[in-house]
Nanobody, 124 residues
Framework: QLQASGGGSVQTGDSLTLSCAAS????????MGWFRQGPGREREFVAG????????YYAESVKGRFTISRDNAKNTGYLEMNSLKSEDTAVYFC???????????????????WGQGTQVTVSS
């Protein structure tokens, strides 16, 4: 089970860090991803991280501004968001899937565990 938190309302240019807490054991065997769904838009991939944290992948729209990380000892993943823009406004979801390698998937269909979402609103 995944629990996303840390969302809120911020101004353009501000920073925010989202957390994704996983219950149960063996979090280190799961790759993790963050997705978002903006108003009137389809849910889209934001960032992904391999189960060890050695491999990461970002959507072009957030590359250089967002950083995904994880602390397997705490069963928690993070998404640090800097230089936020109004177009980053969305509900953010964390997702996970057990893997046997350092793969990072960007497609939603590869993830079989989803958190409930946390709202991020960026206003100018």
């Amino acid at each position: 089970q995944l629990q996303a938190s840390g969302g809120g309302s911020v101004q353009t240019g501000d920073s925010l860090t989202l957390s994704c807490a996983a219950s149960g054991r063996s979090f280190s065997l799961y790759m993790m991803g963050w997705f978002r769904q903006g108003p009137g838009r389809e849910r889209e991939f934001v960032a992904g991280i391999s189960r060890s944290g050695d491999s990461t992948y970002y959507a072009e729209s957030v590359k250089g501004r967002f950083t995904i990380s994880r602390d397997n000892a705490k069963n928690t993943g993070y998404l640090e968001m800097n230089s936020l823009k109004s177009e980053d406004t969305a509900v953010y979801f964390c997702a996970a899937r057990s893997t046997t390698s350092a793969v990072v998937y960007t497609a939603q269909r590869h993830y079989n565990h989803w958190g409930q979402g946390t709202q991020v609103t960026v206003s100018s």
